[in-house]
């Protein structure tokens, strides 16, 4: 990875205030991009600021819902305002809910299908209307997940919002390659975040989780993080529609969902 690798590139990062898309922003700082974070709590936001160096080290905040439009176009024009352009946009903020599916009501669906997958439609279309009136191309990341191919019977609206993304994904590129926008995905494994502690909260799911890993261990967000700064340099080029995995190996063993266990 060149040092420096997104040197003049303005970014947005959603979902900035923590765990990976705090990592991803403080290493697109590091490669020389301006970020404007985006997330819903200010506090958190403005503390994030503070603690990456604040304005004059490139970096902003805006207070954004992404599932909800009006915010989103907000959020892509504050961006242009504050920082004259826009290069690359980063769809990580997300959120899951584990619950048996008989129990899954209409409200958890449409609040984790409305983040995590409309949300990134919303922002990836704002943002590809701004790149293509620049004319100079630009890259679109969009955090999907292992549960984007594997499936887990007690997480049916995120596996599903997450399959949606890695489709939505070949779609964009789809759609955008003319311009000289790439999209691709980055599809974790176990990362060590607030959100993987919502779903796996006990030493047996602990367990269970590290038998299924190849490495042995979690990941972290900066792994993470690397892979975003690839996926949106110039060093991926020739890369777009794609989805990469870091994910310790998960995706390589075929491991049989425990059915008897099932809620
Ligand atoms: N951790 C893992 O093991 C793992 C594995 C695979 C994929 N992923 C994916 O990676 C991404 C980041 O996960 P994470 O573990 O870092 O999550 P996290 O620690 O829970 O952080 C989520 C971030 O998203 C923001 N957010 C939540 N809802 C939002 C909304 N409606 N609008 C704007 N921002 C919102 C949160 O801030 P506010 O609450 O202030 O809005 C927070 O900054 C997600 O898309 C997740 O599905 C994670």
Redesign the pocket.
């Known amino acids: 990875m060149t040092a420096m690798g997104l040197q003049a590139k303005v970014a947005i990062v ?8 705090r990592a991803i922003t403080e290493r697109f700082l590091h490669e020389g991009a301006q970020v404007m974070a ?4 200010p506090r ?1 936001g403005a503390q994030v600021v503070a603690d990456l160096g604040g304005r004059e080290a490139g970096i902003a905040f805006t207070g ?4 909800r439009k009006p915010e989103v176009e907000h959020l892509v024009c504050r961006t242009v305002e504050e920082f004259g352009r826009l290069d690359i946009v980063v769809n ?5 809910h584990a619950a048996s599916f008989l129990a899954t009501t209409e409200e958890d669906w449409d609040r984790v299908i409305g ?2 997958l409309k ?1 990134t439609f919303l922002l990836s279309q704002a943002a590809a209307r701004t790149l293509v009136r620049q004319g100079q191309g630009g890259s679109i990341i969009n ?4 549960m984007a191919v594997l499936a887990l019977g007690d997480q049916v609206p995120y596996c599903a919002a ?1 399959g949606g993304v890695t489709q939505l994904t070949k779609s964009m590129a789809i759609a955008l390659g003319r311009h000289g926008i790439r999209v691709n995905c980055i ?5 060590r ?4 502690e919502v779903v796996v909260h006990n030493e047996a799911k602990k367990r269970e989780l590290l038998e299924r890993l190849p490495l042995g261990r979690v990941g972290t ?1 900066e792994e993470v993080a690397a892979v975003a700064a690839f996926l949106a340099s110039d060093d991926a080029s020739f890369i777009t529609g794609q989805a990469i995995y870091p994910d310790g190996g998960r995706m390589i063993q075929g491991f049989p969902p425990r059915l008897e266990e099932l809620p």
């Open positions: 959603t979902g900035a205030t923590r765990g990976i898309g985006a997330a819903r709590d958190r954004c819902d992404v599932s990580n903020a997300g959120l899951n983040v995590d949300g955090l999907s997940s292992v997450k599809g974790p494994g176990p990362i975040t607030e959100l993987m967000c």
